[in-house]
């Protein structure tokens, strides 16, 4: 009987194939005691199963061939780094220890407790880092319950889907040695490293299915939708038909779209258009030049301060930035600075508490409250921009107080540089990020202290709209249509442009085609967004003719309904 299930679309693309079950090894550990005289033996198992599935992934790693993403190897690093961490590879031997049970129990229990952390988490970036941890406590289980991480795939055939609960960045690589036409899980989100992993794979993906494991047959022919996040298992013949036929179409865009790379983003009218790519971490910067991108506009730094309990040093996060900026070969790279706070804590001898994580201490309010952490990153971006160009930006300014002292910071780390005799870029440009309902409505006022604003949209709805987007029961309330959204964002652009600072947006709205020519006619010149979209929404520039917007522009600024912008928007992309 066919069916379909709905989830998030990851990667996009149409994939027809038969599905692949994998094991969930976490649904499978049992409770039992261990008599005493045993407990030593339990122990040993453990350390053997952890010490097994570190070669494992150890073999992994050296066998990535030189044409692999590069984002494989960094993955494959977190997670034998994560491996390596006392909460997993010594406090279950403490629980066998004093509980008498089972190592599998033991494994699971730490594994609560830490997700239980991480659920606290606002973040979404941070906050799918739980996957990370749960992936690789699902290998260990598989070893200790005596499953074979590596599936035996030889005898099935090319263009199969795979369906798991889950589904690691270490296990996608392994599957790459076979031809598989998709992924697609119960959990996980749009910016979880699976996701980031099939996107940089340009492999059809869709997680967050919920129940898809139990739902679907192994063998069962199905149909991946990963633009439109949907699953359609066994398929009568018309729909086959018809996907068919849009997975050709499908693939005849991408080809096209590639035509175009090297293109000059202008509309028909003449209006040059900066597309840039956001990025998580250093080995992004291959797929931001595969995109064509312009510059980087958005790279977050919370992946150097993530999966370890120490703060990392100048030194390591000068060589990071320095690596980013000398590959990008004197195009802009956006620094945004540390972007954590209440929510996620990483000594956990001093975790703060929040009734409400996304409105406590986090991002500059934590960085002006930690001043130590503060300089070292600072002076390791200040520094790194002697190697290339490189724009500093401030995450979630509300007041011009905030502001000034971090300018106030900012000083202070060039006076060190000077005194130790370092070189730097001083005239290196500041922006600030308006994510905040305040910070838009005052966005005049920071555009005449700042050199450049980016407006973050996700935080941007959020907050506009009350909603928690990490909540499920609220997500359908997150809508970039909402009138009072548009308005603030055309608010923003509009402060910039008359005070003649640069204005990007760099939320999810930037990368979302159906909102370009909308963007653009509120005067938006400068869009960053992950590579992947980056052609796509090239070609809307390039088919715009922005004097035939105006009056379309300008009632959907004047509408009040949601529903009603939505068909003048439909009205404006046709």
């Known amino acids: 009987m066919s069916f379909t299930i709905h989830g998030v679309g990851v990667s996009a693309g149409i994939a027809i194939g038969h599905s692949r079950l994998i094991s969930h090894a976490l649904l499978e550990v049992a409770h039992y005691q261990i008599v005493p005289d045993l407990v030593a033996e339990e122990v040993l198992r453990f350390e053997d199963a952890v010490q097994s599935v570190k070669q494992d992934l150890v073999d992994i790693r050296r066998g990535l061939s030189k044409t692999a993403p590069a984002e494989m190897g960094a993955f494959i690093d977190t997670h034998l780094m994560i491996l390596a961490d006392s909460s997993l590879s010594e406090t279950p031997k403490k629980i066998i220890r004093s509980e008498s049970c089972n190592a599998e129990w033991a494994l699971k229990q730490q594994l609560d407790s830490i997700v239980a952390q991480f659920e606290e988490i606002e973040d979404d970036y941070l906050r799918e880092r739980k996957s990370d941890v749960v992936q690789v406590v699902e290998r260990v289980i598989k070893a200790l319950l005596g499953h074979p991480n590596q599936p035996a795939l030889a005898e099935q055939e090319s263009g199969m889907i795979l369906v798991a609960h889950d589904l690691s960045p270490a296990d996608a690589i392994q599957f790459k040695q076979h031809q598989f036409a998709a992924f697609i899980t119960d959990v996980g989100g749009a910016t979880s490293h699976t996701a980031i992993l099939a996107r940089s794979l340009n492999i059809p993906s869709i997680v967050a299915l919920q129940h898809a494991r139990n739902l679907i047959r192994d063998g069962e022919l199905i149909i991946v939708d990963g633009q439109q996040g949907v699953v359609i298992v066994d398929p009568d013949k018309d729909t086959l038909a018809e996907y068919r036929l849009r997975q050709e179409q499908w693939e005849l865009e991408q080809q096209k779209l590639k035509r175009i790379k090297q293109t000059p983003a202008v509309t028909l009218d003449g209006a040059a258009v900066e597309l840039h790519a956001n990025i998580e971490i250093p080995s992004d910067v291959a797929q931001t030049w595969a995109s064509g991108a312009t510059g980087i506009g958005l790279y977050r730094t919370e992946f150097l301060f993530m999966n370890r309990r120490d703060w990392p040093s100048e030194e390591e996060q000068f060589d990071a930035y320095r690596r980013v900026v000398e590959a990008m070969k004197g195009l802009p790279v956006t620094i945004r600075t540390l972007d954590i706070g209440a929510d996620k804590q990483f000594d956990t001898n001093t975790i703060r508490t929040s009734t409400n994580p996304a409105l406590g201490l986090r991002a500059i309010r934590f960085c002006l409250s930690e001043p130590q952490i503060f300089h070292a990153q600072l002076r390791a971006i200040y520094r790194a921009s002697h190697y290339g160009q490189i724009k500093l930006l401030i995450p979630m300014l509300c007041t011009l107080s905030e502001l000034r002292q971090t300018l106030l910071a900012i000083e202070r780390v060039k006076d060190s540089l000077r005194a130790d005799n370092i070189p730097f870029d001083a005239t290196l440009p500041i922006g600030g ?96 967004m992950h590579p992947a979209h980056i052609l796509a929404v090239k070609r809307q520039v390039l088919n715009t003719d922005l004097p035939k917007l105006e009056k379309q522009i300008r009632s959907i600024l004047a509408s009040q309904e949601p529903d009603k912008t939505e068909k003048l928007l439909a009205k404006l992309n046709a």
């Open 433 to 528: 990020m308006i994510e905040i309902p305040a910070a838009a409505i005052g966005a005049e006022a920071f555009a005449k202290h700042l050199d450049f604003l980016s407006i973050g949209t996700n935080d941007l709805i959020q907050y506009t709209l009350a909603i928690d987007r990490t909540d499920d029961t609220v997500a359908y309330l997150h809508n970039p249509l909402h009138p009072a959204v548009l308005q603030l964002v055309e608010l923003t652009i509009r402060a910039a442009n008359k005070a003649g600072k640069p204005v990007s947006v760099c939320g999810e709205m930037a990368g979302d085609i159906k909102l370009t020519r909308m963007l653009l006619g509120f005067g938006l010149r400068q869009f960053s």
